[in-house]
């Protein structure tokens, strides 16, 4: 994430695949049951992982889900 930039701002840029694996993620799922879910390799979800932690800053796999988890939750909140 670009310094002064907000979640939300990198959340605008992702692409649409990778805003549909933020959002399985962010319900749970698991990168199998998404490879399998959209019919793609895990080798091609664990790809777009690896881009939305750089993306979003996160050092770590936990740290993505977590913040997937946050993001869905708001969301359901009306944030």
């Known amino acids: 994430m670009a310094r002064g930039e907000s979640d939300d701002d ?6 649409d695949r990778e805003m549909q ?3 399985q993620l962010g319900a749970g799922k698991t990168t199998g ?17 690896e881009n939305l932690k750089a993306k979003l800053g996160a050092e ?9 988890v ?7 909140r009306g944030a």
């Not at 990198?10 to 692409?15: D, I, Q």
């Not at 770590?60 to 977590?66: D, T, W």
């Not at 946050?70 to 359901?76: I, Q």
Request: overall charge positive; cysteine-free.
């Open 60 to 68: 770590s796999a936990p740290e993505l889900v977590r913040k997937a």
């Open 33 to 49: 049951q998404i490879a399998e879910e959209l019919s793609l390799s895990v080798k091609t979800i664990s790809t777009h992982r």
């Open 70 to 76: 946050a993001y869905v939750v708001g969301r359901g």
């Open 21 to 23: 694996i933020f959002l």
């Open 10 to 15: 990198v959340l605008k840029s992702l692409t």
